[in-house]
């Protein structure tokens, strides 16, 4: 198994910055791709940044140029950076690791409001 965990979410002004970090603990030799998805209230989970092992990247067009995942080998870690934020980005953001099996952190909460 694998757990994640998530942290680095928090209310932030449109136009603002944020980084979020995902710790991978476990087997974490069975991981592949690593992903961040996000629910808003109302609205169905989407995915909004992937990696492969080998450090390719996607990401859809609603955030392509403003968000970035980027993942630290060493730290077992994932991170997405996410800049020029809006209204609309507001929701809980999940990582997800995907492999052998596929498994979710808890969630963190991003509010971007002025």
């Known amino acids: 198994q694998v757990q994640l965990v998530e942290s680095g979410g928090g209310l932030v002004q449109p136009g603002g910055s944020l980084r979020l970090s995902c710790a991978a603990s476990?087997?974490?030799?069975?991981?592949?791709?690593m992903s961040w998805y996000r629910q808003a209230p109302g609205k169905e989970r989407e995915l909004v940044a992937a990696?492969?092992?080998?450090?390719?990247?996607s990401y859809p067009d609603s955030v392509k140029g403003r968000f970035t995942i980027s993942r630290d080998n060493a730290k077992n870690t994932v991170y997405l950076q996410m800049n020029s934020l809006k209204p609309e980005d507001t929701a809980v953001y999940y990582c997800k690791s995907s492999g052998y099996g596929s498994y979710w952190g808890q969630g963190t909460q991003v509010t971007v409001s002025s």
């Open positions: 990696i492969s092992s080998g450090g390719v990247t």
């Open positions: 476990g087997s974490i030799f069975s991981i592949n791709v």
